[in-house]
């Protein structure tokens, strides 16, 4: 752990974010990292069910939310520039693998997601990290809103992409990216920090059955949650990993955020496909070994990490709730 951070948490809870919550929950209680809010958006389910979904985890994981606690805002509704389209296929129904969790007993704040990353960027300049594990629709918006915002915020961390890795949700398309390609194209091309973790470094870090086994051993509310919302999840992720699992991509980008000693990473100028038929929503970089001809800003893109280490991390996190 290098040093505590102050996180500003946007999502689309769904089964690894509401893992990813679990485990900056964990910091939060250990006092390792704190939550300046929380927004949701369109992507795994739409984001009302998004924020009240994110609500219902952090309750269940001993941490204040809503209007007395971590403010969650709802943010987009839809993309900027085609249609919505949620993953209910991986997540379930409901978000939470059809668990059907009571409702929340905190509320989303009535200040939209977009709005609130600006004002507490502003309220706190060059002291956010900002978690992005969704499609990136919110730090769009707040990018138009404020232009200024790449100068407040000390770091953009982004799940989403992949290079040298086939898509998941088209043949070469991401599904944070795909499902808001213009609005991630305005993130890598702000003039900000941004840490970028495809499925390049995500799919290589998939829990199995021994991790599943020593989480499902483990009697306590987290953990019981933990291992409901994964038994769907594991259902959906068997066929394409040839063997019992699933891959938590989130919790990885939250982990490198707080601790980027764990990842490898390589520096490139990002972009987005938006015009291409069959490649709409696809991350491209430069990687020939020429000096690089884009003018943008260098992303850091995480291309592996220590992957037992990463497993390690986030069973104790999920345990110690
Ligand atoms: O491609 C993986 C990403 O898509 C994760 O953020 C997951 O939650 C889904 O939204
Ligand atoms: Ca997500």
């Known amino acids: 752990m290098t040093r505590a951070r102050t996180i500003l948490y946007d999502c689309d809870t769904g089964i690894d974010d509401a893992m990813t919550l679990l485990y900056l929950a964990s910091l939060i209680r250990a006092g390792d990292a704190e939550l300046a809010g929380i927004g949701t958006v369109h992507g795994n389910i739409d984001p ?48 939470l693998g059809d668990t059907r969790l009571p409702e929340p007993a905190g509320r989303p704040v009535a ?6 990353i600006v004002r507490l960027a502003r309220a706190m300049p060059g002291e956010l990290t900002l978690l992005a594990t969704g499609p990136l629709t919110n730090l769009g918006a707040a990018l138009l809103l404020d232009p200024e ?27 944070n990216i ?15 920090p941004v840490l970028l973790v495809p499925l390049d470094a995500t799919h290589p ?25 994964l038994d769907f999840y594991v ?23 707080v601790d ?14 938006l015009r291409g038929e069959l490649t709409r929503g696809t991350t491209v970089w430069d990687a020939r ?19 037992p280490v990463f497993r390690e991390i986030l069973l104790s996190a999920v345990l110690s709730l």
């Open 48 to 95: 009302v069910t998004g924020a009240l979904n994110t609500l219902r985890v952090l309750e269940l994981a001993g941490v204040k939310a809503g209007e007395q606690g971590v403010p969650v805002a709802v943010g987009a509704a839809r993309p900027m520039a085609q249609d919505v389209h949620y993953a209910l296929e991986w997540h379930g129904t409901d978000g």
């Open 111 to 116: 200040e939209p997601a977009a709005a609130q």
């Open 149 to 175: 915002l790449p100068s407040l915020i000390r770091e953009v961390v982004v799940m989403g992409g992949a290079f040298d890795h086939p898509g998941n949700i088209t043949t070469h398309a991401e599904a």
């Open 178 to 192: 795909w499902h808001d390609p213009e609005a991630a194209d305005l993130v890598f091309a702000a003039d900000w």
């Open 205 to 229: 870090t998939a829990v199995h059955d021994d991790w599943l086994d020593r989480l499902a051993a483990h009697d306590s509310a987290a953990a019981r949650f933990a291992v409901r919302i």
């Open 235 to 257: 259902d959906a992720y068997t066929p394409t990993l040839r063997r019992r699992g699933a891959v938590i991509h989130d919790a990885l980008a939250a982990m490198l955020a």
């Open 260 to 273: 980027p000693d764990i990842g490898e990473y390589v520096q490139r100028a990002v972009r987005v496909e």
């Open 289 to 307: 070994s020429l000096p690089a001809e884009d003018t943008r800003r260098p992303v850091r893109v995480a291309v592996g990490s220590d992957i």
